[in-house]
């Protein structure tokens, strides 16, 4: 037993830090929260003290893995919106997994301290390859989309190549159809990724005929078939949520529902389409559909947006406890790399391949890296950074 001593008046998020941790690096042992006057005699223990609480490390790891600072930011009115510089701290570090730093860092202190407090052999780090599948035809929504930023891109860096392609995204057609691609690729090196895909609920007013993907899973027999193959040859499919369903129960809901009728099993995975997060609704929303998210992420930087390498739980600070579901938190996304790192790009892949061998080397990792299906097309090209990430992992 370690005993963590503490005069806290509240130590729910102690007890949530402490429980990942526990489960992270899989401790053989129990601990058990006590006030700080208890004597336990020569049983392990640990201090968490309530005086100058804002410098504890425990705390500020809490801060970090529950993301408190973006929770305060979003009740207050200010969207988070899954972009780095709407978040308050400017001068954060995303490259950095503090917390899974700051979990090795304690493990290691304890064992040298107790020894016979044990942990299991550490596992082996997991790499999970994901597709948001956008889109499977070219489609009017997507050229005005692309074809903006690739002009606002030009605008800003001053970019004639830009420029051309902007308008050649506007006005070449290309083939979307890419399953092909990445199964051939996936099975070559033995990784078998996870498909998040659109179900279309409803007609669709300008913004969502705008923002959200336009096939509809539930009427074209092509893409059941397809996915219905995937699965039997060990890919997943999970739900790539509509964009106002992020803050939508029942929209959600209906999507998760008609996905699974289409494919024929259970989903039981989500991410959300442009990453939309919403922290009043979105995680208490898929606590009661998924196990599983894979939505905590930067739409426009690589890094560990809760800085953590590992499998975790989400925190509701409303209620003060953990959710149910687990995040496995996406640290690289194509976008990342080619939409807003143009003219960077090699410099954020050399980036992205530091960020993967930081979760190697820290065991008992896992995270996720994401390439939208339609980028190995040539209008994207992108596919290379992907199989260079693949390879290197």
Partial sequence: MLYIKSNLSNTNWLQYLMEEFCRIEQAEFEFQMVDISLD??????????????????????????SRKEEYIREISGKLIKSYSHNHPDKNRDWSLPVVSQFFKKLKFELQQTYPALKFKEESKPILELSHDLDYIKKTLPLRLKQSAFNLFNAIKYKSPNKLKKAFQFLLMPSDYWCFDYWRKLESEVNIKSIFYVYAKSRSANFKQWLLDPSYNVSENKSLQTELKDMIENGWEIGLHGSFFSANDEDQLRLEKKLLEKAIGTKVTKTRQHWLRYEERSTPFIHEQLFEQDSSIAWNNKIGFRAGIANKYRPYNHKEDRPFKHFIVPQIVMDSNIYD?????????????????????????????????PRTCSKDYNWQGAYEKLVSAW
């Fill in 40 to 65: 336990t005699g020569d049983a392990p223990f640990i201090n968490v003290n309530r005086d100058r609480l804002e410098e504890n490390t425990f705390y500020l790891t809490f801060l970090t893995l």
């Fill in 340 to 372: 807003y790192g143009y003219g960077k790009e090699g410099a954020i892949i050399n980036e992205s391949l530091k960020l993967l061998e930081t979760c190697k080397s820290l065991g008992n990792s896992h995270v996720s890296i994401s390439w939208h």
